[in-house]
């Protein structure tokens, strides 16, 4: 949302872990109405006669004072109002209605908001990031009503460095960037992915206490091949073909120098790239800018903790992780990511020896099995290609069945964006695995486009699986009392830690060891009675505390690497000599917590 005038407000917060933390004042520079058509400082009725008096409001809202824990109660209550009525109706109808409540008090008070989404993150996060985000960019030019984040097009090639300062906060910390090229598994959706970039920033603030007034949405548009949008008379974006080459990053370019010369202690996070983009601006930013790609490394680390959560699941050790044989389906940006990751944390095990891991990878995309056979290989690809000879039989381009039924691999892994290609044959192929436990991941989102869902995975890959996916399945009830249960294996657990990590150690870059901190932190989260269960990933419902020890994590290898300068009043030396605890605890205290504060006029 446009939120007018926020640079010029002063909020003294501090970091708060509970409701009964006394606030620090905010100091406003705006009277009456203008107040209440503010989010960040509107508090509906919840304004004390001290604060109408002095900042004009006596007259311009109803006389009872409605308490913060009033309000809460009684949108909850709206919430579920809402769900009961309108069961029965279509999933996607439920969705939106639902999506449309939470925004309303979104773009009306933004504290009670967010103090909603923080403590029912399990129930709401699937309404305001996976799935229903994809839902709402699909919908979006039909649903928007009020302006939130920026916008960069095509058109505004040399202007990017003025423009940056139309944003009215003096200081931004978490930027959540994309071209709406690839949206989830939805593909190029144009100006309407700008819902993905509102989604994960509600999540950094609600997961990792991000201040919502130092956050900044961001739509790079740069055109659509989108021929529906652009016959749209309802789209909002630019209507012409999308750019390419270097048209394309000089736009991408302008960009991050304008951001980075406002504010050069921020992060962006790239997110949602079709996949040469993605690559490409990676390589070509990490290591001039604090930036990393989410669907690249967050998607890879996620996965990662997962794979190493399923070795302790068949009761042996970490090291084990050299010996699995994992095939990996989807040559994208998260597939190829979730491969380079698994090879570097089997090159540190093993001594630096790739040579070990890549033997045990194995890639398919559209055309089959990916080998060293192939003509026109993806440059991002080759380094995952099979040599023939050790492909235990396996030919150039063979089929998922084929190779599943040939290697019986470990885990199966998907990230193909094709709803239903893990089919009945190849999950009962899978329960030939050498593993005493193989792992299946079906890992695109959104649920349309999951490999398989968690029922069938059960029914014909056997009861003794790990199951993981992208999006939300219920847990599978397989009689006798047990239960299947369904990792959601979703960024949400490593992204919110990594730019927290960052933020508070004052890394100018984002490097490796930090990425696989946070995913080895995260493998090492659940207990071990939790994982001989199945269970990889913790409860959403503990997400802070989640993001915590990632973020800790994260800040303690930058210091490691001697990256760390420090934030706010703690600089580098007094970093580098905290404790394992003590790092846990400054990351806590730099969490902000959703309380009213106190307003205070000042002209």
């Known amino acids: 949302m446009w939120r007018a005038a926020r640079s010029a407000a002063s909020c003294l917060h501090r970091s708060r872990r509970f409701s009964t933390a006394i606030p620090g004042p905010c100091i406003v520079h705006k009277r009456g109405a203008d107040i209440l058509h503010d989010p960040w400082f509107n508090k509906d009725t919840g304004f004390p006669l001290t604060e109408r008096d002095r900042l004009g409001l006596r007259g311009l809202l109803p006389p009872r004072i409605v308490s913060f824990e009033q309000q809460y109660a009684r949108f909850i209550e709206s919430y579920r109002s809402l769900e009961k009525n309108t069961r029965g109706e279509p999933e996607s109808t439920v969705s939106l209605a639902k999506w449309r409540i939470l925004n309303r008090l979104h773009d009306r008070n933004e504290t009670l908001y967010y103090r909603v989404l923080m403590d029912n993150i399990k129930d709401f996060a699937p309404i305001i990031y996976t799935p229903t985000v994809g839902l709402v960019c699909q919908n979006y030019s039909g649903l928007f009503r009020r302006p939130r984040g920026m916008y960069f097009s095509a058109k505004d090639k040399g202007e990017m460095m003025s423009m940056i300062y139309n944003w009215p906060a003096e200081k931004v910390d978490m930027i959540v960037i994309t071209d709406g090229s690839r949206i989830l598994g939805l593909g190029d959706l144009g100006v309407q992915g700008i819902g993905i970039p509102i989604g994960k920033l509600d999540m950094y603030v609600a997961a990792a206490g991000i201040n919502p007034q130092k956050i900044l949405p961001v739509m790079l548009d740069v055109g659509t091949n989108n021929q529906k949008l652009l016959d749209d008379p309802l789209y909002l974006g630019l209507r012409q073909p999308r750019l390419e080459g270097e048209e394309y990053l000089s736009i991408v370019d302008e960009f991050m120098e304008a951001a980075f010369t406002r504010w050069p202690k921020a992060i962006v996070q790239f997110e949602d790239f079709q996949m040469k983009w993605a690559f490409e601006t990676l390589q070509r930013y990490r290591k001039r800018f604090c930036m990393f790609n989410d669907d690249v490394q967050g998607t890879a680390g996620v996965a990662l903790a997962g794979l190493l959560g399923t070795v302790r699941a068949q009761g042996r050790p970490l090291s084990d992780f050299l010996n699995q044989k994992i095939v990996v389906v989807g040559a994208g940006s998260a597939g190829l990511g979730v491969l380079t990751m698994a090879l570097q944390a089997v090159s540190r095990m093993s001594g630096n020896n790739e040579g070990v891991a890549k033997n045990h990878l194995f890639l398919l995309d559209k055309d089959g099995l990916v080998t060293k056979e192939r003509k026109n290989i993806d440059p991002a690809a080759a380094p995952f290609a099979q040599d023939l000879k050790d492909a235990e039989g396996l030919s150039e381009g063979a089929s998922l069945l084929e190779v599943v039924k040939k290697l019986k691999p470990h885990v199966l892994l998907g990230l193909s964006g094709v709803g239903g290609v893990f089919d009945e044959e190849v999950l009962k192929a899978m329960r030939e695995s050498d593993s005493p436990r193989p792992a299946i991941f079906a890992m695109s989102n959104p649920t349309m486009n999951a490999e398989c869902t968690a029922a069938d ?134 969490m902000w917590f959703p309380i009213y504060s106190p307003l205070v006029h000042e002209k």
């Open 457 to 590: 995975a059960f029914k014909y890959a056997g009861e003794n699986i790990v199951f993981g996916s992208g999006s939300p399945f219920d847990n599978v009830d397989l009689g006798n009392g047990k239960v299947g249960h369904v990792n959601q294996a979703n960024n949400m657990y490593l992204f919110p830690g990594i730019g927290l990590g960052t933020l508070v150690s004052g890394a100018r870059i984002i490097t490796d060891a930090m990425l696989l901190a946070a995913s080895e932190c995260l493998a090492s989260y659940m207990t071990d009675e939790e994982i001989q269960k199945g269970i990889l990933y913790p409860s959403i419902d503990s997400i802070r505390d989640i993001t915590v020890e990632v973020g800790a994590a994260v800040l303690r290898a930058a210091v490691a690497e001697d990256l760390a300068e420090g934030h706010g009043h703690v600089g580098p030396r007094e970093l580098k000599h905290m404790s394992k605890e003590e790092t846990v605890e400054f990351v806590r205290s730099n």
